[in-house]
């Protein structure tokens, strides 16, 4: 099959790049950045530069493609980041209906079925909107948990302080994903030939922060690291100390407040929250060590 996977080399894109080129597939991924062409080519796939922001290029780059990975950067810079994020996925549906293509994996993540209270996530939620009004092409809308790899921005916290934390309690069910289950639950789809549009919750691990950060603190030598829970404004506040612009830094706070009230987690659930990621907390707490 001939697949286009956005993204660049990123956490998702690169182990999917190289599952799909080892089982023969013709591989073309879209970076922005000149510089990655040599590498992207040295993986066996073609290389495709240009912005998302440009229709034309996506055009060029999506005719005769048999499939689409569809994601948007997690941050279209530090302000009106919804509405930046929004706008990549028109560009992206715009692309889609005047070249064809069939079959679309959209990366997702739970809580994109809200529209409030989940930060970030409302952007795909918007984007899943536009995808699902698409005549003639199926849409897989892969939603994934909260990224493990998240937890390395905790590791100045820990350091500096000796917790870890988030404005949301410690005896709470956290849906984590790592990129690698993502990127296999990805290649699945690309080859499927199903009609219609469904959502795939794609979930490595469901644990309580306790857990977490009893795992990742037994992991670095420090089993009795503490999760603290924060209020919102302390979340703020943390995160624009931290250097992250007050915009984003609103909205990762938002997320950490449907967390904690539920809503990013409630049709997870009401999916009788499937867990199909192979990759464990205590697996991943070696690479969070490594990282420390």
């Known amino acids: 099959m001939k697949i286009i996977i956005?993204?660049?080399?990123?956490?998702?894109?690169?182990?999917?790049?190289?599952?799909?080129?080892?089982?023969?597939h013709d591989i073309t991924i879209i970076s922005s950045n000149e510089s990655k062409k040599g590498e992207?080519?040295?993986?066996?796939?073609?290389?495709?530069?240009?912005?998302?922001?440009?229709?034309?290029?996506?055009?060029?780059?999506?005719?005769?493609?048999?499939?689409?990975?569809?994601?948007?950067p997690p941050n279209m810079g530090g302000e009106n980041?919804?509405?930046?994020?929004?706008?990549?996925?028109?560009?992206?549906?715009?692309?889609?209906?005047?070249?064809?293509?069939?079959?679309?994996?959209?990366?997702?993540?739970?809580?994109?079925?809200?529209?409030?209270?989940?930060?970030?996530?409302?952007?795909?939620?918007?984007?899943?909107k536009l995808y699902n009004d698409l005549e003639n092409v199926s849409v897989t809308f892969l939603r994934a948990g909260y990224f493990y790899i998240n937890f390395f921005n905790d590791i100045p916290l820990i350091k500096n302080a000796g917790i870890i934390g988030a404005n949301y309690?410690?005896?709470?069910?956290?849906?984590?994903?790592?990129?690698?289950?993502?990127?296999k639950a990805a290649a699945e789809e690309l080859l499927k030939t199903s009609e219609?549009?469904?959502?795939?919750?794609?979930?490595?691990?469901?644990?309580?922060?306790?857990?977490i950060s009893r795992i990742l603190g037994s992991a670095i030598g420090k089993p009795d690291?503490?999760?603290?829970?924060?209020?919102?404004?302390?979340?703020?506040?943390?995160?624009?100390?931290?250097?992250?612009?007050?915009?984003?830094?609103?909205?990762?706070?938002?997320?950490g407040r449907g967390l904690r009230t539920g809503i990013v987690q409630a049709d997870f659930i009401q999916h009788s929250s499937p867990v199909h990621g192979n990759i464990k907390l205590e697996e991943f707490a070696k690479e969070f060590a490594l990282r420390f």
């Open 6 to 24: 956005t993204g660049s080399l990123g956490n998702v894109g690169r182990p999917l790049a190289q599952q799909l080129i080892t089982e023969g």
């Open 225 to 255: 690291l503490p999760w603290v829970e924060f209020t919102d404004e302390e979340s703020l506040n943390g995160m624009l100390q931290a250097g992250l612009p007050k915009e984003m830094a609103a909205l990762y706070s938002e997320m």
């Open 81 to 128: 980041i919804v509405e930046n994020t929004v706008n990549v996925g028109k560009k992206y549906a715009d692309a889609f209906r005047k070249t064809g293509v069939k079959r679309i994996v959209m990366l997702s993540s739970i809580g994109a079925e809200s529209p409030i209270e989940n930060g970030p996530i409302k952007g795909l939620h918007f984007i899943e």
């Open 40 to 72: 992207i080519e040295s993986l066996g796939a073609k290389a495709a530069i240009g912005s998302i922001t440009d229709t034309n290029f996506l055009e060029a780059t999506f005719k005769g493609a048999d499939a689409v990975f569809a994601m948007t």
């Open 169 to 183: 309690p410690q005896h709470i069910n956290i849906p984590l994903v790592h990129p690698k289950d993502i990127a």
């Open 196 to 211: 219609g549009n469904h959502v795939r919750y794609i979930v490595s691990d469901l644990r309580q922060p306790i857990e």
